[in-house]
């Protein structure tokens, strides 16, 4: 029955896939009227004036030229014209370090926030103002303070990050049930001790939903971060592919951010069910 | 009454109420229970005998008053006061051994990781639980989550132990059986143990003294009943002996009606010097309701109402 469902699912995933891949096909044949033209022309004009191409690439296009990406992750032939690998391994270390900054920080914060009424009361139109902030905004004050790009984007990421966290900690900290801590307290168990053996693997399933919900708004936000700062990362690899009307190019990395985004997400989802106990 | 183990003197709990006001749940509640002895509390909802029961735990503090237990003014939680949750409270991140061994290195905290096991196991297998070690709180049934929470509260040996209505989200026969057990465990080990309950013949079957709290707010302690049954009472026979009904009336009597009209009925009411009343010793039984000769309440036992004017 399960298995069953799950294969039907599979069947019918591929064949909207390969309707997809179909219709855009379709869509981006040769179809429109050559027109004549002297052939120093056609030179300047390109393959969409002289043989009716579609401008958008086909799904062919953007197959052939994947394949040659993955054939060649990790050249490097200068500034502009980097492998993907290395493009993606940029924005993944970018990601990475500002998101466990943000981790270090918003973790203990939520859990002193969580057990302190007056640090919540406190503290919280602080983070009322602060969360709604889109991250780029900070941009320009962190490239100003800091005068480093590349630490800026991290920044970013870092200032992104931290609010879904620091939330999902006071919230799964707060509101941990009182009859576990009134266990703890019955058996004179310390405050350090409580902490760690009550209320950090009560709160844990809420923590891990708030890390992975950061996870995924700092892979959002690095693509836009790394167009703006520029040098590195798939977000420049993009807006540098539309300098040069490479949409293959676009298409590709597009693809890629969703892949990788979708493992990044893959991997707290098994982390979350690791801390995740059934009541 | 001379060996007091548990004292409480005079205590009140009051919460600030809306616009300045002040609502007590009780005042002036004064209470003594002896050593080994089982003590059942009934009263309506409301009448404040879970804050009793947390105040005795040190869960919560008096806002007047002291509890002295074994000689010594409590303040705060102490291993020695162990508590049954009416829902268990096992954590459910925790195997059944990994909830015992928890409460077990609390009380010990030196003790190396084989001993805290075999400490543990020893009190699972009190409770019938021997083969469920490695079993996590969601996958046992109600009444086997209740063994682990009884089990847990006993594994640190406490001098005595507090339970909040620790059977009533069970059915009735895991009910029967885990109140045997605990019966069981307490005749056996000396135990001294604060129950509430609503259930008048769980206090029946298990209680030594049973005490009548009367509705909140303003809650009192009205009446402590002597259980009058012996000590060797089995649940089977319990409703034969001669003196089960009276008790049993005296008891629903009063949460059906007197629970109510008490305060008024006896401003002479004295906290301090609550009423013992023994079922049986006509001399000195303050109800007039129970009547055991009553040959309508002979036939029709458990269903008879008596009549509730005194």
């Known amino acids: 029955m399960n298995s069953s469902l799950r294969l039907r699912a599979a069947i019918v995933s591929i064949a909207l896939l390969a309707a997809f891949l179909g219709i855009w096909h379709l869509a981006t044949r040769s179809t429109a009227p050559v027109a004549t033209m002297s052939p120093e022309y056609a030179k300047l004009m390109g393959l969409t004036a002289t043989q009716g191409k579609s401008a958008m690439p086909g799904p062919l296009d953007v197959g052939a030229k994947l394949w040659e990406h993955l054939k060649r992750p990790f050249y490097d032939n200068g500034p502009n014209d980097k492998g993907l690998g290395i493009q993606l391994a940029y924005s993944i270390a970018r990601v990475g370090t500002g998101y466990l900054l943000a981790v270090l920080v918003a973790i203990p914060l939520g859990f002193l926030i969580g057990m302190s009424p007056l640090l919540s009361r406190a503290l919280d139109p602080f983070i009322q103002v602060l969360k709604p902030i889109s991250p780029l905004a900070w941009m320009p004050l962190a490239l100003y303070t800091i005068k480093d790009s590349s630490i800026s984007a991290i920044f970013v990421i870092f200032i992104c990050s931290i609010w879904p966290m620091l939330l999902n900690t006071v919230f799964g900290v707060a509101s941990v049930r009182k009859e576990w801590i009134n266990v703890a307290r019955t058996l004179e168990v310390g405050t350090i001790r409580r902490a760690f053996t009550v209320i950090l693997p009560a709160a844990a399933p809420t923590i891990l939903t708030g890390m992975r919900i950061s996870i995924g708004i700092a892979w959002l936000v690095i693509v836009a971060a790394e167009m703006l700062v520029g040098g590195t990362g798939i977000g420049y690899f993009v807006w540098n592919e539309w300098n040069n009307l490479s949409i293959t190019n676009v298409i590709i990395a597009i693809l890629l951010i969703g892949i990788v985004g979708m493992l990044l997400d893959q991997i707290l989802a098994r982390f979350s069910r690791l801390v995740t106990f059934p009541e | ?310």
């Open chain 2, 1 to 310: 009454m001379t060996d007091k183990f548990i004292s409480i003197e005079g205590i009140a709990k009051r919460y600030p109420g809306r616009s300045g006001a002040t609502t007590t749940i009780f005042e002036n509640l004064w209470l003594s229970m002896a050593r080994g002895e089982f003590a059942c509390v009934i009263g309506h909802s409301g009448c404040g005998k879970t804050t009793v029961l947390n105040i005795l735990a040190g869960l919560d503090a008096p806002s007047e008053g002291a509890v002295i237990v074994d000689g010594q003014a409590i303040s705060g939680t102490s291993l020695d006061r162990a508590v049954i949750f009416q829902s268990h409270a096992l954590l459910p991140w925790r195997t059944v051994l990994g909830n015992v061994a928890y409460a077990v290195s609390s009380k010990w905290r030196s003790w190396d990781r084989a001993r805290v096991k075999a400490h543990a196991q020893t009190f699972i297998d009190l409770v019938g639980l021997t083969g469920s070690e490695h079993k996590r709180p969601s996958e046992l049934s109600g009444g086997m989550k209740q063994r682990v929470g009884i089990a847990r509260a006993l594994s640190i040996t406490p001098k005595m132990m507090l339970m909040d209505e620790p059977f009533s989200a069970l059915d009735a026969l895991t009910r029967g059986t885990l109140q045997d057990e605990v019966r069981r465990i307490c005749l056996q080990t000396g135990q001294t143990a604060f129950m509430i309950t609503h259930d008048v013949d769980e206090a029946i079957y298990l209680a030594d003294k049973i005490f009548l709290m009367t509705n909140g707010p303003g809650a009192m302690l009205a009446e402590v009943v002597e259980n009058p049954l012996p000590k060797d009472r089995g649940r089977t026979d319990l409703h034969r002996h001669p003196l089960y009904y009276a008790l049993r009336n005296h008891i629903i009597d009063f949460l059906v009606t007197r629970s109510k009209t008490f305060v008024a009925e006896r401003p002479d009411h004295d906290p301090r010097n609550v009423p013992t009343v023994q079922i049986g010793k006509p001399g000195l039984t303050i109800a007039s309701d129970a009547k055991p000769e009553s040959p309508r309440e002979a036939s029709w036992p458990g269903l008879s109402r008596p009549s509730t004017s005194s």
